[in-house]
């Protein structure tokens, strides 16, 4: 098999030709075009009357084996009949968008199940672009059937440019998709997703994974009040940190000034933390506070016990073969 042939192969993108490739250390750039020779208008989508120029362009697409992969082509400035002068269409992009579209659709899942440190390491793109990159794949998925036939969904709220924005997004945990999403995080952006999904088809949920907000759970139960409401792990770890930390925290304030008042408020940290990843002075200091501070010491070790137990239901619903999250 020719390079370019299992290059054009791993790509996986359609009416895309690999011309050629360039490797760095960290880079793997790969020279495309597409396959039709005809210049499409992006704006209208016809038949370009005549080409301009050619300008060098690259597109973001998936890692490969760590790698960064661009796209690079020399994109034609056309003329069009009723647009004047824009660039071709690429089968690749969406028009004037640096990301190829199964990047953009890898982000928008990632988004649902990541916080946003992960997803800014994982793919190396601002989090103010992840919200925008979110909107156009549920644009683009755009028909109705897409929340068709959803059985266990997860429902949350994400933050974006400098987190003056929220949008709230669906994501149908069993594709591993993103089904809907509208501006806004509140009890009433969910109602309308419940009201565009229908009587039927809010019967015919199973599970609803949501964060514990209040408002969430009565949009939830109001409309499919059939369906498990499940809390992300995470969410329901956090309210057992910030538990332990305001034990924490109210014992400080008790014995604030001596030497163990001192002494307590550095467990913050090493309270947080995973057993295995202790240091040994911070194992040390929890094994003081054994002996001196019960309260945050019984605090940490019912936060451990819960800990215990996700980890279990986790493996169970693995062995079960469920595709849920717990
Ligand atoms: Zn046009």
């Known amino acids: 098999m020719r390079i370019t042939t299992l290059l054009r192969r791993l790509l996986g993108l359609k009416q895309t030709v690999v011309v050629g490739f360039e490797l760095t250390e960290t880079e793997l750039v790969v020279d495309v075009k597409p396959s039709t020779r005809l210049a499409i208008c992006s704006c209208c989508g016809r038949r370009a009357r005549r080409v301009h120029d050619r300008r060098p362009r690259t597109w973001k697409h998936l890692d490969f084996a760590g790698m960064r992969v661009l796209l690079r082509y020399s994109i034609r400035r056309v003329d069009c009949a009723s647009c004047n002068t824009t660039t071709e269409l690429v089968p690749w992009a969406e028009p004037n968008i640096g990301f190829t579209r199964p990047f953009e659709d890898y982000v928008a899942y990632l988004a649902q199940r990541a916080d946003k440190t992960t997803i800014a390491s994982m793919t190396g793109i601002a989090w103010r672009t992840v919200g925008r990159i979110v909107e156009r794949v549920v644009a683009r998925r755009g028909s109705k059937s897409r929340l068709d036939g959803l059985r266990h969904i997860g429902i949350d709220e994400l933050s974006y440019r400098r987190h003056h924005q929220y949008v709230t997004v669906v994501t ?46 009565e949009a939830v139960r109001e409309h499919a009040p059939t369906a498990i409401l499940v809390f992300d792990r995470f969410h329901v770890q956090r309210k057992a940190h910030d538990a332990l930390d305001e034990v924490r925290r109210e014992q400080v304030r008790q014995i604030r000034g001596t030497e163990e008042g001192k ?41 451990e016990a819960l800990v215990g137990i996700l980890n279990r239901r986790q493996l169970l619903c693995r062995s079960a073969e469920t595709r849920r999250v717990v």
């Open 263 to 303: 002494a307590l408020k550095k467990t913050r940290w090493a309270l947080q933390k995973n057993p295995w990843n202790l240091t040994r002075p911070e194992t040390e200091k929890l094994s003081l506070l054994s002996k001196r501070n019960r309260a945050p010491y019984r605090a940490y070790l019912l936060k």
């Open 172 to 217: 149908d945990h069993e594709r591993g998709a993103v089904v809907w999403v509208s501006e806004g995080k509140s009890a009433e952006t969910v109602r309308k997703f419940f009201q565009e999904l229908g009587p039927e088809r809010n019967a015919a949920l199973h599970s609803v994974t949501i964060d514990m907000s209040a408002a969430y759970i």
